[in-house]
T-cell receptor, first 115, second 113 residues
């Protein structure tokens, strides 16, 4: 069984730039959720993708967008980067349609620094 | 929306002692309560969870209790070991929100040998 993987591990960007983060879900999982974790805080829900469509969104502006592909992998795109976007971005996968659909398994995250 | 409060923010225990972390939630519709352990430089790892139809769940040295009436749940770690040192997060989710997790602020646990 392959766990959740994310790339890149670290990224440095400047204010105003755009960034794309990638996630491969755990083998057999069909749902991907993205979270932002600021230093010293708990993760905050950005959005979730199921069957290649957005399935719920947290309190994040439209410059945060995503995609899910037929193989259930996913991308998080952030446009017009701001300093406050500096955080650890976590991807979590789960299996919708089963009794254990709540269980989310996280990847190692991508550390984004915006200068 | 849901709000999850977690206490304490830091916890220092002697190896072999017990550690208890408490969380409260605001939305009575929440029905799933996982606990995650996050080590430095890693993503959160699911260590135990409980659903609202159960009052207590154990897995070796770890147990979780849920009081739906009071809207609080707790993590208990017995016989703590140095490798238990990490940041622990509680979370809550409800059916109407898919499986979106709302996290507490975290508890940094230090187990002193």
């Amino acid at each position: 069984e392959t766990g959740v993987t994310q790339s890149p591990t670290h990224l440095i960007k400047t204010r105003g730039q755009q960034v794309t983060l990638r996630c491969s879900s755990q083998s057999g999982h069909n749902t991907v959720s993205w979270y932002q974790q600021a230093l010293g805080q708990g993760p905050q829900f950005i959005f979730q993708y199921y069957r290649e469509e957005e399935n719920g969104r947290g309190n994040f502006p439209p410059r945060f967008s995503g995609l899910q592909f037929p193989n259930y992998s996913s991308e998080l795109n952030v446009n017009a980067l701001e300093l406050d976007d500096s955080a650890l971005y976590l991807c979590a996968s789960s299996l919708a349609g089963t009794a254990s659909y709540n269980e989310q398994f996280f990847g190692p995250g991508t550390r984004l620094t915006v200068l | 929306g849901e709000n999850v409060e977690q206490h304490p923010s830091t916890l220092s225990v002697q190896e072999g002692d017990s550690a208890v972390i408490k969380c409260t939630y605001s939305d009575s519709a929440s029905n799933y309560f996982p606990w995650y352990k996050q080590e430095l430089g890693k993503g959160p790892q699911l260590i135990i969870d409980i659903r609202s139809n159960v009052g207590e769940k154990k897995d070796q040295r770890i147990a979780v209790t849920l009081n739906k009436t009071a809207k609080h749940f707790s993590l208990h770690i017995t016989e703590t070991q140095p490798e238990d040192s990490a940041v622990y997060f509680c979370a809550a989710s409800k059916p109407a929100a898919g499986n979106k997790l709302t996290f507490g602020g975290g508890t940094r646990v230090l187990v002193k040998p």
